[in-house]
């Protein structure tokens, strides 16, 4: 049997909530109890490792995009937030001032309704710009609020950097609070396949929404993550004409493949800085 509850006992239940105290009110001064770890990821620290990080110089935050997409047959489909994973420590540590946000995974992929571009893959997950542009503004808002001097934006897919370049622009037009720094270069897949060309990597595509420095960057930070035991079971440990075995020469390419894009981030933002 079923009791009805009249509108006003609710009324009294909110306001009895809304006059209880602050349960989350230490002092924000309070000393660190326990030895700091060793991260640059935010979401992997508490909030007195970042204070007191924030407090030893870590100025500069990275707010990196990613994405859900279909990848091809042999990636998962968070493809972009494993090599993010790899390339923002990366990036933070060589900057050496630097922390990182956690990753953004939802970008837009295509129109949800009627389904286009990745979206007519099960698998996908897509946001509207708006709501990506909305998603951006607010967690940027929130590391100028708790004082950080530069927020670096960085995006692992095409679609992502309209949205970061957008945002920066308007957060910018705001005296108050750190300045953000959008990171095109960072995107700049092309001079990573020419630097592969160069070191004698050489490619047939496929059309399989893959390649050999995508496939070599994942497997540094998560074999897994491109089905390698799986793989080398059905013979199909290759891309584009370019064998992956052994492993471990492929996962060597994939770090030096971030070091490469790490180099250029960074040099992109000091540039940036010097404006």
């Not at 002092?27 to 990821?41: G, H, K, L, M, Q």
């Not at 990275?62 to 937030?81: C, S």
């Not at 893959?210 to 998560?222: I, L, N, W």
């Amino acid at each position: 049997m079923f009791r009805t509850v009249s509108l006003s006992a609710i009324a009294c239940f909110v306001s009895a909530l809304a006059a209880l105290p602050d349960p989350v009110s230490p002092n924000p001064d309070t000393p660190r109890p326990i030895e700091a770890v060793d991260t640059v990821f935010i979401e992997d620290m508490t909030w007195m490792e970042v204070r007191d990080a924030m407090r030893g110089g870590k100025d500069t935050v990275i707010v990196a995009t990613g994405g859900v997409e279909q990848n091809g047959p042999y990636l998962v489909t968070g493809k972009h937030n494993v090599v993010l994973r790899g390339a923002t420590e990366a990036i933070a540590r060589k900057l050496g001032n630097a922390l990182v946000a956690p990753i953004v995974p939802f970008v837009p992929e295509g129109e949800i309704d009627p389904p286009t571009v990745h979206m007519k893959y099960p698998g996908t997950i897509s946001v509207t710009e708006a709501t990506y542009e909305a998603l951006l503004t607010d967690i940027c808002a929130s590391l100028r609020t708790h004082g950080f001097q530069h927020i670096v934006l960085i995006g692992d897919s095409g679609g992502n950097q309209a949205g970061l370049k957008k945002v920066a622009a308007q957060l910018n037009k705001s005296p108050n609070g750190g300045r953000l720094h959008y990171i095109p270069e960072y995107y700049d897949f092309a001079a990573v396949a020419s630097w592969l060309e160069e070191q004698g990597i050489k490619q047939t595509p496929e059309g399989l929404h893959d390649d050999f420095g995508m496939t070599a960057t994942m497997m540094s930070v998560d074999p897994q993550s491109v089905r390698t035991a799986q793989r080398i079971a059905a013979d199909k440990f290759q891309i584009n004409g370019v064998d992956l075995a052994p492993a471990e020469q492929t996962i060597g390419w994939g770090k030096r493949i971030i070091n490469f894009r790490a180099e250029a981030t960074a040099k992109a933002l000091a540039e940036q800085l010097k404006q």
